[in-house]
């Protein structure tokens, strides 16, 4: 049957379902609430992984689809993604929890537009981990409201970034990893980024001093502006290990990395006895076909007496609550400054992903649909 064909049928099928419950003498209210649910069928579109990347991701391993979504059952809700996160973590695991076909994961801010579940409101805000989708379909349990107390003149946008999983990130990372104490210097890479922009400036609100460098001139200018005590841009420097010593000779406390590969090698002899090391990611390493050989770290670990961790912010579901509140309390007190790189299309996701990974963006990379 052609799609014209099918679509004929689906409207007589409709109208003859209507007419019958009006023959039996159904209200008049529940014909309006039929004809509303059979026009408000939509159609999502969603990107899928066409083609698992291999080195750097092009566009042609992305394809854009269309979805239709069912009638809304008892207990289930409508969602529409208002904004769309793209995140570094999306490289490595796209290889690993994801097979060509799937649509890409994800996490969104979207806004309830029909519900038949009373515990969700049409019309209000919610975070969720449906992948690059314009619309979906909830039964609740995977949804998340945004931070109680949030006020209507802040960007929603920020509970993907500075009130999201990136603040999360750098408000454990730096407390339960790094364990960072007043006083102390603390050294942070990819610093103008999603992640490493609050932990700099969670640093300087727990009494440290705060080196942080990035890939660009502009970004080094924001990090003065934020607060950051020394920064340099890495792709100027003629030494990165003379960058690292002018910027603190006394070495480091705390080292918080985003990077891996050769950074870490070089920021790994500056530390001082007893440093810890928080070992968030790698996006210096997730493009590699091949993989990167570097200096072995155990010299310096044993010599120093270090402590490295890998950690990831799942770790500390059972205390989100607790960091949202308080990363949303700086924010509202203007202790922690935003910024958001916006991307404006869905159709932009995959260029917004790509730039990501190269370092165009300052601050937290999001699409605005």
Not at 177 to 184: A, D, N, S, T
Not at 287 to 311: A, T, W
Request: charged share 20%.
């Amino acid at each position: 049957m052609s799609h014209v064909g099918c679509v004929l049928c689906r409207i007589f099928n409709g109208l003859h379902l209507l007419l019958r419950k009006w023959i039996k003498g159904g209200a008049a209210l529940s014909i309006k609430a039929d004809v509303l649910s059979f026009w408000r069928m939509v159609t999502a579109k969603v990107w899928v992984l066409k083609k698992h990347f291999e080195g750097f991701p092009k566009t042609s391993d992305f394809d854009l689809k269309k979805i239709e979504l069912p009638n809304l059952k008892d207990g289930e809700l409508l969602l529409e993604s208002v904004f769309l996160s793209v995140d570094p973590y999306m490289r490595p695991y796209s290889r690993t929890v994801m097979k060509e076909g799937d649509v890409m994961i994800g996490t969104q801010v979207a806004r309830i537009v029909d519900s038949k579940n009373p515990a969700f409101a049409v019309g209000i805000f919610v975070v969720a981990k449906s992948g690059w989708r314009t619309h979906f379909i909830s039964d609740g349990k995977d949804l998340q409201a945004l931070p109680s107390g949030w006020p209507e003149s802040l960007p929603v946008s920020l509970a993907l970034g500075t009130i999201g999983m990136p603040g999360l990130t750098a408000y454990f990372g730096l407390l339960e990893v790094c364990k960072m104490k007043p006083g102390e210097t603390v050294l942070v890479n990819a610093a103008a980024g999603a992640v490493g922009s609050v932990v700099g400036q969670l640093a300087k609100i727990g009494g440290c001093k705060v080196v942080g460098c990035a890939g660009s001139d502009e970004k080094v200018a924001y990090l003065k502006k934020i607060g950051f005590d020394e920064a340099f841009n890495y792709k100027t420097v003629k030494s990165l290990d003379e960058a690292l010593r002018k910027a603190s000779p006394d070495g480091y406390d705390c080292f918080f990395d985003n990077v891996g590969g050769e950074f870490a090698s070089v920021a790994i002899n500056q530390m001082k006895k007893y440093g810890r090391i928080a070992v968030c990611g790698a996006i210096s390493q997730y493009n590699d076909s091949v993989p990167q050989k570097g200096p072995y770290v155990q010299m310096p670990m044993i010599f120093k007496e270090l402590r490295m961790e890998g950690f990831l912010v799942t770790s500390w579901n059972n205390r989100w609550e607790e960091g949202l509140k308080t990363l949303l309390k700086w924010v509202m007190e203007g202790k922690l400054k935003c910024h958001e790189q916006v991307t404006e299309g869905f159709e932009n996701m995959p260029a917004a992903f790509i730039g990501m990974l190269k370092g165009e963006n300052l601050g937290k990379a999001v699409v605005k649909v």
